[in-house]
Structures are given as C-alpha cells and as structure tokens.
C-alpha cells in the first residue's frame, strides 16, 4: 500500500491533535506536529528555540524555512516509512507549495481533512484547555470541570502561554490571514479535500475519516 500523507486541517483547538492521537493506532502512522516539535526546541532552549519563542508566545507564525525543514527532517525518521499525519502544518501557502514539490517527488500524494467547527465552539474550547507542565498531556474543562492535575504525572495543570485569551485571537487571526487560502491550494492542485464536522464526538470523527481514507484509497487502486 502507498505511504499515507495525511494532513489534519483545521483552525487552533479544531481538535487536530485529538484526532491525530485517535487515529495513530489504527493506520499505523507518526503523528507529526509541528506546533509540539516547536514547543520542545523552546522548552531545550537551543538556538532554533531562541529564535522562535518570542513569536509563538505572541500566537504569530515560526519562518516557512525552519519548519520546512524541520518537517524534512521528521520524515525521514523510522515512523514515517509506513506514512503520517501532519498537524498543524503546511501554515502557509508556502509551506504546501513545499510540501507538495517535496512529496511529488518521493512519489507521494497528500489527502487533506478539513476539520470544520464554529468559532464560539472553538474559543470555548481553547480556553477550557489545561496542560500537563510534565508530560504535555492537554485536558479540556468543559469536558471534564474538576479536573485540576495530570492523571499520569500527578502534576498541577496548567493553561499553556500561547491559549491566553490574547494570544488565542492572534493565533486566529493568523489562522484566517494566512492558513485558510492553504486549503484552496490543496483543492485547485488536484487533491482529495474533505471536510468534516469537528463538533462531534471525537470517535465518530476518527470513524469517519478512516472511511473517507479507505475509499480514496480504493479508488486509487
Ligand atoms: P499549534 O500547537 O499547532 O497551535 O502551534 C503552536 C504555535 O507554533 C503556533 O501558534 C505557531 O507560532 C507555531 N507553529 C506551529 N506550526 C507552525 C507552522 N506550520 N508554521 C509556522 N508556525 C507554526
């Protein structure tokens, strides 16, 4: 079977990652976040976390040439020999002109979830968010209102710099300027777009995309 190129499309707290993590085991995929490889550079403090810490504290967008090529890295790792999920990445209308040059010509076609959900939804969501300061584990309040420390680490949880409500309107902001024309690249190259409804219950969601894959790739036989 191809290598699968999934991208997990969507605005900040569209439930990328929830996704990302539900569907992991079942295809047998990395989970690729740009936004976590990210957080640990700046968490190492070395000196691509140096330079990108400032702009992701205010919820602006890292240069397309260090995350293109730190992408280029990650997927020559071990995982990604049966295929992955990107999350939060391409950004930029840059970064999926990049992408798709660089998957063309290792033979590989991307497939584009677009995880749809209102805006309301979404600001809701970011600011019920709590996370792990051990593990990273994210929590959510309004699913779970009493929580208030990591059921692996034990470790008091808390709210991540960048879900602050300012920042959270930038990260938008962002996402509306400079991510949502990504999705028009997607479908005027040719390839398969779809959208999904990411209220739900995030198992249906995984259910539902699983079969949106299974048909493209059958289709693709
Ligand atoms: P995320 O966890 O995906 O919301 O990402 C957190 C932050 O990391 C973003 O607000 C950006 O500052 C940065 N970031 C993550 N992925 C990218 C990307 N593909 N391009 C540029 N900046 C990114």
């Not at 602006?60 to 071990?78: C, E, Q, Y």
């Not at 894959?213 to 059958?218: D, G, N």
Request: hydrophobic share 40%; aromatic share 6%; proline share 4%.
């Amino acid at each position: 079977m191809n290598r699968l190129c999934l991208i997990l499309f969507g605005s900040p707290g569209s439930g990328k990652g929830t996704q990302a993590k539900l569907l992991k085991e079942d295809l047998g995929v990395a989970h690729i976040s740009t936004g976590d490889m990210l957080r640990e550079r700046v968490a190492l403090g070395d000196p691509l976390g140096k330079r990108v810490e400032k702009v992701m504290a205010a919820g602006g967008l890292v240069s397309d040439d260090s995350v293109n090529r730190m992408v280029a890295d990650r997927i020559t790792f071990d995982d990604c020999r049966t295929g992955f999920m990107l999350d939060g990445y391409p950004r930029t209308v840059s970064q999926a002109e990049w992408l798709a040059k660089k998957l063309t010509a290792v033979k590989m076609r991307p497939m584009v979830v677009h995880l749809e959900v209102d805006y309301n939804v979404i600001v809701r969501r970011i600011s019920g968010r709590r996370q792990c300061p051990v593990c990273g584990t994210l929590y959510n309040l309004a699913a779970d209102p009493d929580r208030v420390a990591c059921d692996m680490e034990g470790a008091k949880l808390e709210i991540r710099d960048d879900d602050r409500e300012d920042v959270v309107r930038e990260r938008l902001l962002a996402y509306n300027r400079q991510t949502a024309p990504v999705l028009a690249f997607f479908q005027e190259a040719g390839y398969p777009v779809w959208s999904v409804k990411g209220s739900g219950e995030p198992e249906a969601i995984a259910g539902e995309i699983e079969d949106l894959i299974r048909k493209e790739r059958e289709r693709a036989a």
